[in-house]
């Protein structure tokens, strides 16, 4: 994670006394699974311990001088990792109380360059794959497509995505930023 602004002084004699906020140049990318999606995948011998997700449209340079993304967009792939062993809290009800069932297995947490201060979101294609300790991998991966991604939000795909990745739920949380602009419940997309 990673923060930053740009305040622009003019020389002078006097006390510069200012408050300055610091916003996130990146978008947070979250994948999460039910807790019985992981258990049902463990009784079915998949245990996940690394994943990896490729996402479209992303930037790969950053002027913190201009607060602003430099260059044109490109596929990104990051590594196989390991998946985060905290929960994932999505308040999928938006009625800011996280329940039981709005705390999903981590898969993967990302931070990807997607547009300037002020921009709006842009929609990017995920690829998801993940692998066992003893290797298995899922084949073919996951895909995602036209998921909504913006500077300074989190994204979370959360669902069934180890043993039934037709079901699934994208939401761009507010708590990333003041307002949630966008996000889908049930294949429902909303402003």
């Given amino acids: 994670?990673?923060?930053?602004?740009?305040?622009?002084?003019?020389?002078?004699t006097a006390a510069i006394k200012e408050t300055v906020t610091l916003y996130r140049p990146l978008a947070q990318l979250n994948l999460g699974a039910y807790k019985d999606d992981v258990a049902a995948a463990a009784a079915a011998g998949i245990v996940v311990t690394n994943t990896q997700v490729t996402v479209s449209n992303v930037y790969t340079a950053f002027s913190a001088y201009d607060d602003a993304v430099v260059g044109g967009t490109s596929e990104m792939t990051f590594a196989l990792n390991a998946i985060p062993t905290q929960d994932l809290d999505v308040d999928i009800n938006r009625d800011n109380n996280i329940t039981d069932d709005e705390k999903f297995a981590y898969l993967a947490l990302n931070y990807i360059l997607v547009g300037d201060k002020g921009s709006e979101k842009s929609l990017a294609d995920i690829k998801f794959t993940w692998k066992t300790a003893a290797g298995k991998t899922n084949n073919p991966i996951s895909t995602f497509e036209n998921i909504p991604v913006q500077r300074n939000y989190?994204?979370?795909?959360?669902?069934?995505?180890?043993?039934?990745p037709a079901e699934f739920n994208i939401v761009i949380d507010e708590r990333f930023e003041d307002n949630s602009k966008y996000g889908s419940i049930d294949g429902k997309v909303y402003k």
């Fill in 154 to 164: 989190r994204t979370n795909i959360v669902g069934w995505l180890l043993t039934n």
């Fill in 1 to 12: 994670d990673a923060f930053t602004a740009k305040f622009d002084v003019t020389p002078t």
